[in-house]
């Protein structure tokens, strides 16, 4: 059996202790706010520029990882006796992320890397590096792992609400005037995560009729859900018990949103990805 190396990005939004712990590797993007270029860091790290972002009109910029970002990742794998590689990352539709692993391969020319687009993030993505990882120590090759989470990823949803418009309209996904006005009216858009795109699925008026209708869309079998939040903890945590109570064996938990994927979406964003 070889022994084989996960990797994935820092959009999966991983617990530090968990990669250490499990030995996974995190590529970071980048962003670029006020002048300043940043990696995006691990959970726990997002307070400050998202209290930056509540506080000046500026807006941020971000950036897949360069080829060689990969590339040193892979070449490390291999020279810590790992066989294998597989790396599992943010929607291709989203970021050239799964672009920039793919030219690392070929620089490298090794056929052993397996690279996955997750068409997904988030929670979502961090469920599927767990399934990697759990499913790599019963000893399942990397193929099977490959076949297991590509038919998992299809059972993949992301349904969230934002606190404000405002966010939407600086990154250029609505007009200032639409913000101003869904604003005054308390809409609340409901924005889906599907073929790997962030679309608008419906707008609802209050953020409780929001939260509901995000709430029709879990199917009575779900396994995993993770309650995403951007400074929205204690929103976060009553939608949580409300999802406990709704889903009783459902794994359920509480996660932070980071610059690359919540920039666009603001302080006090909630909702849920799930499988």
Same mark, same amino acid.
């Given at each position: 059996m070889g022994k084989i190396k996960i990797i994935t990005d820092s959009t999966s939004y991983i617990e530090k202790s968990y990669i250490i712990k499990e030995n996974v590797s995190v590529v970071p993007l980048n962003y670029v706010f006020d002048g300043?270029?940043?990696?995006?860091?691990?959970?726990?790290?997002?307070?400050?520029?998202?209290?930056?972002?509540?506080?000046?009109?500026?807006?941020?910029?971000?950036?897949?990882?360069?080829?060689?970002?990969?590339f040193n990742v892979y070449k490390e794998a291999f020279e810590e006796g790992y066989d294998e590689i597989i790396a599992i990352l943010l929607s291709s539709k989203i970021s050239g992320t799964y672009n920039s692993a793919v030219l690392?391969?070929?620089?490298?020319?090794?056929?052993?890397?397996?690279?996955?687009?997750?068409e997904s993030a988030a929670s979502n993505l961090r469920f599927l590096v767990e399934d990697a990882v759990n499913t790599a120590k019963e000893g399942k090759t990397s193929k099977e792992i490959e076949d297991f989470i590509d038919k998992k990823k299809k059972t993949m949803n992301v349904f969230l609400t934002t606190g404000t418009l405002e966010y939407l309209a600086?990154? +250029?996904? /609505?007009? *200032? &005037?639409?913000?101003?006005? +869904?604003? /005054?009216? *308390? &809409?609340?858009?409901?924005?889906?995560l599907k073929d790997g795109e962030?679309?608008?699925?419906?707008?609802?008026?209050?953020?409780?009729?929001?939260?509901?209708?995000?709430?029709?869309?879990?199917n009575d079998d779900v396994q995993k859900i993770g309650v995403c939040h951007i400074l929205n903890i204690d929103e976060a945590m009553k939608f949580k018990e409300i999802l406990e109570e709704k889903y009783p064996n459902a794994i359920i938990t509480l996660d932070d949103l980071g610059p690359v994927v919540g920039a666009h979406l603001g302080p006090k964003t909630?909702?849920?990805c799930f499988y």
């Open positions: 300043e270029s940043f990696l995006e860091g691990f959970k726990g790290e997002y307070d400050e520029f998202f209290n930056k972002l509540a506080s000046t009109s500026l807006f941020p910029s971000t950036s897949q990882p360069a080829a060689g970002d990969f690392a391969k070929n620089m490298l020319d090794d056929e052993r890397i397996t690279i996955i687009d997750s600086r990154g +250029g996904r /609505l007009s *200032s &005037i639409q913000s101003t006005l +869904g604003n /005054l009216l *308390s &809409i609340k858009p409901i924005i889906q962030l679309e608008l699925l419906e707008k609802v008026r209050g953020k409780n009729n929001a939260l509901s209708k995000i709430l029709s869309y879990v909630l909702g849920i």
